[in-house]
């Protein structure tokens, strides 16, 4: 049973440029949250797609969206890069439970370095 | 809203010995919470998570925690900890949409031999 999978592993890019991050559920789930975690911080929930809309939206400017597929795999794009972009970005699956999203599957990351 | 506070950046301990992680949040709804742990350079892994039910529960690895309305704690223990539970540990919570996840800013546990 695959878990979360993540892509790339590691990116490299300079102010002012544009990046695709990618991100495929765990088999069977249906949800995926997008979470920016900075260095010697915790995650910090960026955005949650389920059914291809996005359902809520933590607090991040319009630089950064997504899309999410018929698939359910999802993609994050962030728009004219800041150095304060630079971190772990964390995908994160899930599914509909009898109490809600109960418990977020995580991927290994892409970590992002902006210069 | 809701937040999560952990009360310790980084607690050393010794190996074999019990350790206690603290946790507090704040909701004004129904929460649910969760634990997870993070070796270097991976992603988050679940160690517990309370919905409802038994206040004590139990995870992977010899983890428990304990959920306390009134104190709105869920701090999380091991009686003996091994060289290999040093990692990052994060409390979350999450409200009864259970969309959102608020992770605390998490606490480094090292085990010295």
């Known amino acids: 049973d695959a878990g979360v999978t993540q892509s790339p592993t590691h990116l490299i890019k300079t102010r002012g440029q544009q990046v695709t991050l990618r991100c495929s559920p765990k088999?069977?789930?249906?949800?995926v949250s997008w979470y920016q975690q900075a260095l010697g911080q915790g995650p910090q929930f960026i955005f949650q797609?389920?059914?291809?809309?996005?359902?809520q939206r933590g607090n991040f400017p319009d630089r950064f969206s997504g899309h999410q597929f018929p698939n359910y795999s999802s993609e994050l794009n962030v728009n004219a890069l800041l150095l304060g972009d630079s971190a772990l970005y964390l995908c994160a699956s899930s599914l509909l439970g009898t109490v809600g999203w109960e418990e977020q599957y995580f991927g290994p990351g892409t970590r992002l370095t902006v210069t | 809203a809701q937040s999560v506070t952990q009360l310790d950046s980084q607690v050393p301990v010794f190996e074999e010995a019990p350790v206690e992680l603290r946790c507090n949040y704040s909701s004004s709804v129904s929460v649910y919470l969760f634990w997870y742990v993070q070796y270097p350079n991976q992603g988050l892994q679940l160690l517990l998570k309370?919905?409802?039910?038994?206040?004590l529960v139990k995870g992977i690895n010899g983890f428990e925690a304990e959920f306390n309305k009134s104190q709105t704690s869920f701090h999380l223990r091991k009686p003996s900890v091994h060289i290999s539970d040093t990692a990052e540990y994060f409390c979350?919570?999450?409200?009864?949409?259970?969309?959102?996840?608020?992770f605390g800013t998490g606490t480094s546990l090292t085990v010295i031999p």
């Open positions: 979350a919570v999450t409200g009864n949409t259970g969309n959102q996840f608020y």
């Open positions: 797609y389920y059914e291809e809309e996005e359902r």
């Open positions: 309370y919905l409802s039910g038994s206040t």
């Open positions: 088999s069977g789930h249906d949800t």
